[in-house]
């Protein structure tokens, strides 16, 4: 079955610490991989995708095969990264990145 | 439209009551998707449009759900009889086409008492 885990349902840091949100999944084939943020009263937008490879507001993720693990990293939080963070899994092969499975999301909160 | 459009942003309903959630796209996407977000949980899939056409289904948790799109444009999602594990915010999203970035409206929360 297809399945996204994020093991922690809360993650608290200290601001210039690094911080890594953990993200497993469970996929018979090729997955595709994002990552979802939510600030506070403001809609889910797309942070990052695995096939881009890019880097987004100082995070990156790198999608690991044999371990099945999409990793959200970055090297010193900021104050204003304080929020829920979703992993999500493309439901089909090369599907639209709306036919989504998503985990359940950590809340991230970064402290002065 | 700025954004993806969801309306009421908060409904509160009898149980047994039918309820009706309106969704209006970012103008000329043509896939959008509903989803449905319990507390503490992440959004889960209910079903797709391409256009008019309703191509996936297969997330509705009961035959009291229904979604239209018949103009290839406003979606609504119905609810029939609800009950009280329907109670969830209840998302829309769209995509210009296929394989590209799906955006989120603000939600629908719907709290059935």
């Known amino acids: 079955a297809q399945r996204v885990t994020q093991p922690e349902k809360l993650l608290s840091v200290f601001k210039g610490a690094p911080v890594e949100l953990k993200c497993n999944y469970s996929?018979?084939?090729?997955?595709?991989l994002f990552w979802y943020v939510q600030y506070s009263r403001q809609r889910l937008q797309l942070l990052l995708r695995?096939?881009s490879r890019e880097s987004i507001k100082g995070f990156t993720a790198d999608l690991n095969k044999g371990e099945t693990s999409f990793h959200l990293k970055k090297p010193f939080a900021q104050e204003e990264d304080s929020a829920m963070y979703y992993c999500?899994?493309?439901?089909?092969?090369?599907?639209?990145?709306?036919?989504?499975?998503f985990g359940k999301g950590t809340k991230l909160s970064v402290k002065p | 439209g700025a954004g993806v459009s969801q309306s009421p942003r908060y409904k509160v309903a009898k149980r047994g009551q039918d309820v009706a959630l309106r969704c209006d796209p970012i103008?000329?996407?043509?896939?959008l998707f509903w989803y449905q977000q319990a507390l503490g949980q992440g959004p889960e899939f209910l079903t797709y449009?391409?256009?008019?056409?309703?191509?996936?289904k297969s997330g509705l948790p009961s035959d009291r759900f229904f979604a239209e799109r018949p103009e290839g444009s406003v979606s609504t999602l119905k609810i029939q009889r609800t009950q009280q594990e329907d109670s969830a915010v209840y998302l829309c999203?769209?995509?210009?086409?296929?394989?590209?970035?799906?955006?989120f409206g603000q939600g629908t929360r719907l709290t059935v008492v």
């Open positions: 999500a899994l493309s439901k089909n092969y090369g599907g639209s990145q709306g036919n989504l499975i």
């Open positions: 999203a769209s995509s210009l086409r296929q394989l590209t970035e799906a955006f």
């Open positions: 103008s000329g996407h043509v896939s």
């Open positions: 996929y018979s084939g090729s997955p595709e």
């Open positions: 695995h096939i």
């Open positions: 449009f391409q256009n008019e056409a309703q191509l996936d």
